[in-house]
Structure formats: C-alpha cells, structure tokens
C-alpha cells in the first residue's frame, strides 16, 4: 500500500536554513546539507527546500547546494522557489533535484507547466500554491503570500494539473505559523477535485494535526519546517502514531 | 531527534569486486533521466559510475545502469536516434533497469503506444483514475525473487514515482500493489529491470544497487 509522506521543508536563505513564521521573523535553524541527511536517517520520506530568498545572483549558490544535497542524501527532494524558466529547471535536475516546485512563476505563465511537464515529465514538477481564505472563498496569492491575486485556489489547482503538474504543494496563508493545524476541508476538498497528489502546508503543530490532515484532509504528504528543526515532533514517533491511527507509513 | 528508525542493517560488507575502476560501471546517458542521483548513489557506495552514451564502452562495460524518466516515446526515439536501441538487447553483461528504463525493456506501453525493446515479455498499461496518477511516494516490494534482493526483506519500502505499471508476468521478480499487483520488478537472464528508484530508497535501495554490482 502507498504510504502516507512526512515532509520536513527547509526554508533556505544564503545557503542556509530558516523559518519564518507567518513568513516573517526568521530564525537560523542549520546547515541544509547536514540537516537533509539527518532528516533521512530519522525516516523522512521526502525533503522539500524552499530558496524564500532567490535571486539570479545567488542561483549558483542554489545549485552547489543542490549538488551537495543529493551527493549525500539518499530520499528524493524538491527543490523551489524563484524558478521561472525551462533552463533553470533543467540546470536543477542536472545537479541532482529530483522535483521542483514552482508558484508565482506559474501564476504569471501557466504555458511554463506545461513546458516543465512536457520537457522533464510531470513526475518532477510540483505546482506550490499559496492560498488564503477570504469570506469563505480562497484565493490565490503571490509571492511568498504577499500579494493576492482574484485567482480562486480549486480554478488554479485544476487547471495546473491539467496542464501536466505532478503533484500539488497547498500551503493555507491562514494556517501557516500558526500551529493549530492544517487547512484539512479545503485540503479533502482539492484530493477530490484533482487526480494528482496533494502536499498540505502550513499550520502543523502537533502530532494529531498530521494525523487529522491525513485522515479528515485526505493529504497525501505532509510538510512541516519548525515543528521538525527544532525537535518538537520526532519524526519516528509521528509515524508510530499514525501508525496506531490506521495511517499507512513508512517505518 | 535522536532516536534512529531501526530497520534491518543494510551496512555494505565489503568493497565490490568492480573495486573502483572506471568503465566498469556505465550509466547510460541518452538524454532521458535523473542519472546524477544514480552516479552519486554508488558513489555512496565507493564505486565511480561513468555516464556515456559511447556504444563502444557500453559493450565493454562490466555492468550496465539503464535509467529513465520521463515520456515514454520521446525517450524511446532518443534510443533509436543513438542506435542504443539496437545495442541494449544484445548485451550479455548484467543491465538494470530503472524505472522508464525497466519500463522501455518490455513489449509496448500505452504511453505514446510505444514499442519497446522486448526484452521482457509483457505490456505496460497506465493506472486508472480510481487512483491518483502518478503514484508517488513510498510503496512495498513482495515475492522477491532474485538476488538481486538478498538481503533485502519482504515488504521492504521503494520509493516509486510512475503513471504506467508492467503486468504481472513469468519474468516477474517483485510485486506491488497500487490499486491493482503489478511487476515492480522484472528479470529475464542478464536483464533486470525495477519500477521503483534504488537510488533514492534509502539503505534498502542502495543494497539492491550493490547487489547489482554483485551480480
């Protein structure tokens, strides 16, 4: 049986790892290359780095770090943020990612989904999309969720996967950094909508929350920064329990 | 965060009898596939794995990686185009298979009605959309087979990511279950293929690829 994912997120800014907390406020949580292969030893299933910071400056910085990771890890990982074309992507799987993960780029041309998913096959394209919820609507936000778009969350995610996306990363702007847990009636609302895998985002704080994301939000993986980088939740632990819920895990 | 899964010790024995040697091991690099993540693998493993699309060392090669992601047809005209259609049937050393690559070694797939090169003798159909497509994550591999799984325990995790899946068949030498049991691996004399990626299946999968060198 296919198994649930637990995703740790390192948030990576100069080639170092940080979260923020409703995306401000940062804190310095570690080397990504040491944390990623800890983070594998302990049972993570997947590892997603997020640059909150990218630049074309620092794209190369980006790709010696990406190189590094995969020299060194043996689970899969997604690299994000600031991808916008066809060359970049290709320069990212050529050191190593094995998905990437685009958002805004994807907002602004929805043709570079299916460019990315043409080219390197859908299987590595992760479409993020930050949504808040506003009068009981979700829309769509850029940006890193600072600016808001009229686009609706369920309209964008079905129309990136029919464009050819892999998989879809939600993170609610209502939940991130708030550690009450995940967006689960919107989360269960996309698994139905769309026949690709979805990653909830944003909000996990204790182990019940991943429990209930996976069981009432129907989420195929999980992904969590602080929660993991400071060892509030061990990850071995959050699977045993999911475990004795019924969740299917990897231990 | 200091408590380690316990799993079965995958610990590598001894240095592979391909010592580190370059050419004994090639990958082949025709354009379709994420085959750092396979060279840094058995570089974890102390061996130097040589990229090439060179049908010269791929013949004189010990051992041969056969990798692949992506589109079935448009990696299967990448072979035509480099003649390494014609080469990867008529090799006597042992071949694996990777993912697309295992998939390209049988009959036909629905993807883009592609011809494969018919080394295994079965088809490769898409799951339905009762299920999420592509499968992705991580899954079991059962009824192991070959050596390329000694030591490898029943219901082991395999990381897997794919939309298209070989039937079940004689060639078979491990099975999944994803809405239906299908061929997540497949051996027929020197040619092995596997559905899932060793080289991203943590200590298991980088036993399997060491069993591979052992071969």
Redesign the interface.
């Known amino acids: 049986m296919l198994t649930k994912r637990i995703v740790p997120c390192l948030d990576i800014k100069n080639g170092r790892t940080v979260k923020g907390v409703n995306f401000v406020n940062l804190i310095d949580a570690g080397d990504p290359v040491v944390l990623a292969k800890q983070y594998a030893d302990l049972g993570a299933d997947e590892l997603v780095f997020l640059d909150i910071a990218a630049t074309l400056e620092n794209r190369g910085t980006t790709l010696d770090m990406v190189l590094k990771v995969a020299e060194q890890v043996n689970i899969p990982f997604t690299v994000g943020g600031g991808i916008s074309s066809v060359e970049h992507v290709d320069a990212l799987l050529k050191c190593g990612a094995d998905k990437v993960s685009i958002n805004s780029s994807a907002v602004k041309r929805p043709e570079l989904v299916s460019e990315l998913a043409d080219k390197f096959g859908s299987q590595c394209v992760v479409v993020a999309i930050d949504a808040k919820q506003i009068d009981g609507e979700w829309f769509v936000h850029l940006a890193g969720g600072t600016i808001p778009t009229e686009i609706k969350l369920f309209d964008w995610a079905k129309e990136v996967e029919q464009r050819g996306a892999g998989e879809i990363l939600f993170t609610s702007m209502n939940h991130d950094g708030t550690k009450a847990g995940f967006a689960n009636e919107a989360l269960a609302y996309l698994s139905e909508l769309v026949n690709i895998p979805i990653i909830a985002s944003g909000g996990a704080g204790t182990v019940q929350h991943f429990a209930d994301t996976f069981i009432k939000g129907k989420s195929d993986a999980a992904l969590a920064a602080s929660v993991f980088h400071f060892g509030e939740i061990p990850i071995l632990e959050l699977k045993q329990e999911l475990q004795k819920q019924g969740v299917p895990v990897r231990i | ?1 200091n ?3 316990k799993n079965i010790n995958y610990k590598s024995e001894s240095s592979s009898p391909l010592g580190k040697l370059d050419g004994a091991l090639v990958i082949i690099d025709y354009g379709a596939g ?1 085959i ?2 396979i060279q ?2 058995f ?2 493993l102390g061996i130097n794995a040589v990229l090439t699309n060179s049908i010269d060392e791929i013949k004189a090669a010990d051992k041969v990686i056969f990798p692949g ?3 079935a047809s448009s990696a299967m005209k990448m072979l035509q185009e480099s003649g390494l259609d014609k080469v990867i049937p008529t090799l006597k050393q042992p071949v694996l298979g990777i993912c697309l690559g295992m998939q390209l070694m049988c009959n036909h797939s629905e993807e883009g009605n592609t011809q494969g090169l018919g080394i295994f003798d079965v088809a490769v159909k898409r799951f339905s ?1 009762d299920v ?9 591999i059962n009824d192991l087979k070959s050596d390329l799984f000694k030591g490898v325990k029943e219901r082991e ?1 395999m ?1 897997l ?3 298209f899946y070989a039937e079940k068949c004689d060639e078979m030498i491990a099975k999944t ?2 809405e239906i049991e299908y061929a997540s691996a497949l051996q027929n004399d020197n040619f092995y293929g596997v559905q899932f ?1 060793p ?5 298991a ?2 036993k399997i690829l060491e069993n591979f060198l052992e071969l």
Do not use: C, T
Not at chain 2, 132 to 140: A, L, S
């Open positions: 965060m408590k380690e899964i994420n750092k993540s840094f693998a570089k974890r992601v992506g589109e959309n999420k497509v592509p499968q992705m994550g991580w899954n079991v995790f990381y990511v794919h939309s279950d994803y990626h080289e991203k299946s943590a200590l999968g980088s």
